[in-house]
Each structure stands twice: as C-alpha cells, then as structure tokens.
C-alpha cells in the first residue's frame, strides 16, 4: 500500500550490482555475508511503501569480467519486477552513461538510499555522483560489501587491506559529506 509521507522520506532505492558476477573467485575475500539479506529487507520495505526502486546493473566492457555473460544477471530476489526501473552502466558510476539522473528528476525524487556492491568502487562513486548532484544519501553500510581484489597491489608497498578495513574506510570517507552512512534496521525504522 502507498503511505505518501513515508515514500517521501524514503525517496528511492538503487540497488547497486547484486549480480551473480560477483560470486566469482576473481574478487577474493568478501565482508559483510549479511549485505544481500540487508538489501533484501530494504527492497521488501520500499515496494511495501510504493516507493521507487531503481535496479542498476554493471555491464563490463572488458570480455574477461566476471561481470559479462552469465556474470550479469541479477543475484536471486533481486530482479527488477514490472514498473521498476533498470539501469545499466559500464562505469563505476550509475550516472554515467545512463539516464538516472533524468529519471530521478522528472520523479521529482529529493531523497536517494544507496546499497549494494562493492563499497569502495560503483557504491562509493555513485553516492559521491549522487550527493554533487543535489540529492540526500542514505548509505546503509551492512547492505553493502567489499572484497579484497587488489588489496595486496597497494602503490606503496605496504601491507595488504582486508575487505572489512577497505569497506569501513569508503564508508568512512563519504559519512558526513557525501552521506549519512546508517544501518539497515535504523533505515527501516525511519521509513516505516
């Protein structure tokens, strides 16, 4: 049933990559095994209110992305259903290339909640987008995650991050200034 206040107040939801490119060993160690249940919650909670959802898919350019084929399907439960919208990008950003921005315009959406994969790369540059933009970012950090791709390939030298401290540190960086970075029961408790 649509609530009017409350689909205000939640805005919409983009629900970056949660494809079944991500399941690939390619990407290492992961944190965060709860994020796609988080999400989940998230989805249920914004199609209960009749809020928009908009469903961002990475379509990667390079043939030897996981990210490619089969890799770009939608992780189960989170397939666009009829009257949600589906983007789909080949950066890390959800604007680029793509007619989000428009869409989120013309919906006269203020209000944007941000999750998905990965942490430091699309969900990082899309809040950052996001906010430069004009909107106000939800970031709900346990429905998001990081893996430890390149953690060892530092340009220092130094010792390699784990996935944890690379997804609290892009948390971290966009808290405050480009988002409110909460989490999945504090967004929901909001929302309801």
Request: proline share 6%.
């Amino acid at each position: 049933m649509y609530h009017p206040d409350s689909a205000a107040v939640a805005g919409a939801l983009l629900l970056i990559d949660f494809q079944r490119g991500f399941d690939a060993p390619f990407w290492g160690a992961r944190n965060n095994p709860g994020a796609e249940a988080n999400a989940q919650h998230l989805l249920a909670a914004f199609r209960a209110l009749g809020a928009p959802v908009f469903h961002v898919r990475h379509l990667s350019s390079d043939p030897q992305s996981p990210l490619t084929g089969a890799g770009t399907a939608f992780r189960q439960g989170f397939e666009p259903r009829p009257g949600e919208a589906l983007i789909e990008k080949s950066v890390n950003s959800a604007f680029i290339g793509t007619d989000l921005e428009a869409r989120l315009r013309s919906g006269e959406i203020g209000r944007l909640t941000i999750c998905g994969l990965t942490t430091p790369h699309c969900v990082s540059t899309t809040t950052r987008m996001a906010a430069n933009l004009g909107w106000t970012v939800a970031l709900v950090h346990d429905a998001c995650a990081a893996y430890a791709r390149n953690a060892d390939t530092g340009f220092d030298g130094g010792p390699a991050f784990s996935p944890e401290e690379i997804h609290r540190a892009a948390l971290a960086q966009l808290h405050g200034e480009f988002a409110e970075v909460l989490a999945t029961d504090a967004l929901l408790r909001r929302i309801a």
